[in-house]
């Protein structure tokens, strides 16, 4: 038997209403992603991928097809069951870091886990989270805020918070989007050291082709429709 998809989405079609016509953002998307995979997307602006990431988090629902995560339909959950399944099964990295400016890196991470499990006692929730963002190579910085952070630094705290409560679905949209080139490839390697290492599935979406290669498979997504781009080794 193969093992079950962390990701399955089928024949998802999106579209929205915009000013009383229908808009067309996604048609017949399919993608299957097994557990432990890194899948890269990438696509011209404009072509779906974000609203892509946000019917896999649960943000948005597709208007055709389904979308199922971890073994569980998207389409017919309510929204605390979604609140609940994105607090235990997805990490999300977002573009412009989005940490909390008035809380310092271990706080920052720490009230990630904090929601994702609300169980363990504040000193099992610094020590969860301090190991964290010393995997991210921050153990030097726990107590900064994001202010007196370097880019890089913050997306690693990004990242951190991400992955502290050990989702197996990581979603990333651009996580390099706002770094120089050298520091997204260092946040990227760390991303996927991660992943590999806590056995995570990603879908990275980026526009740099470089970091796409380094996924185990990479789609294109064009004007709503996505394919799998075949990847020389
Ligand atoms: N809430 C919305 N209302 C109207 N149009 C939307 C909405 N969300 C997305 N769109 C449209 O859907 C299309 C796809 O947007 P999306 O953000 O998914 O693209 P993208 O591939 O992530 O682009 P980028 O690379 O620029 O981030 C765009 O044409 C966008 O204008
Ligand atoms: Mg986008």
Redesign the pocket.
Known sequence: MTQAAIVDARDVDYA?E?AGRP?T?LRKVNLRVAPAEVVAIV??????????LMLLAGLEKATGGTVAVNGRDLGGMSEDELARFRRHTLGIVFQSFHLIPSLTALDNVGMALEIAEPNLSMAQIREKAAAALASVGLEKRLDHRPSALSGGEQQRVGLARASVANPPLLLAD?PTGNLDQKTGAIVVDLMFDLARRNNTAVVL?T?DPALAARADRVFT?TNGELTETPVAR
């Open positions: 929205l915009i808009l953002i696509g011209p602006s404009g072509s779906g991928k974000t609203s892509l651009e979406i526009h997504m």
